[in-house]
T-cell receptor
């Protein structure tokens, strides 16, 4: 089974620039998540999709972050404009069906390491 | 505010030692607790615990949950250098639907020296 694919692996940008990350979940996984992991901390949920609908974006800084999952498969996460504190690893994860880990655990991609200078 | 606390934050041991990692939580509408291992890349799933007192085992790793005292432990026996990683504890909270949210702790950085 192919895992969760993310790109790019690394990105370095200057503050106030924009950046986009891409995620392709495991085939058949209806639920997709974007997490932000700042160095030394655990992952923090940014947004959760069920198919192509948003079910939780309460922790997404909507003034600068946006995400979409057109057609219920691939997803992109965008930051515009970036700030220094956005430096982190952005992890994409997916899970089966209802998206609850009660039914199946999350499977993570390798992440995109973003450095904002 | 929901919270997951792991201890210790870092641990250094020698090969062959046994380690115990702790995770305590304060989460409304607890649903499940999960352990992940994170090396340089993606966190990989280890265990999911939903019931108190039932030990889950996988090789040298085992974990148990205490829902009364609100904590879980992850044990690793006969540690190897390949066990060096960050171990993440996450708790799923029921938000009134089938779609729970995961709250992660900061992780325990385990280093195993040869």
């Amino acid at each position: 089974e192919a895992g969760v694919a993310q790109s790019p692996r690394y990105k370095i940008i200057e503050k106030r620039q924009s950046v986009a990350f891409w995620c392709n979940p495991i085939s058949g996984h209806a639920t997709l998540y974007w997490y932000q992991q700042i160095l030394g901390q655990g992952p923090k949920l940014l947004i959760q999709f069920q198919n192509n609908g948003v079910v939780d974006d309460s922790q997404l800084p909507k003034d600068r972050f946006s995400a979409e999952r057109l057609k219920g498969v691939d997803s992109t996460l965008k930051i515009q404009p970036a700030k220094l504190e956005d430096s982190a690893v952005y992890l994409c994860a997916s899970s089966l069906l209802r998206g609850s880990s009660y039914n199946s655990p999350l499977h993570f991609g390798n992440g995109t390491r973003l450095t904002v200078t | 505010e929901d919270k997951v606390v792991q201890s210790p934050l870092s641990l250094v041991v020698h090969e062959g030692d046994t380690v115990t990692l702790n995770c305590s939580y304060e989460v409304t509408n607890f649903r499940s607790l999960l352990w992940y291992k994170q090396e340089k890349k993606a966190p990989t799933f280890l265990f999911m615990l939903t019931s108190s007192g039932i030990e889950k085992k996988s090789g040298r790793l085992s974990s148990i949950l205490d829902k009364k005292e609100l904590f879980s432990i992850l044990n690793i026996t006969a540690t190897q250098t390949g066990d060096s990683a960050i171990y993440l504890c996450a708790v799923e909270a029921d938000r009134g639907s089938t779609l729970g949210r995961l709250y992660f702790g900061r992780g325990t950085q385990l280093t195993v020296w040869p």
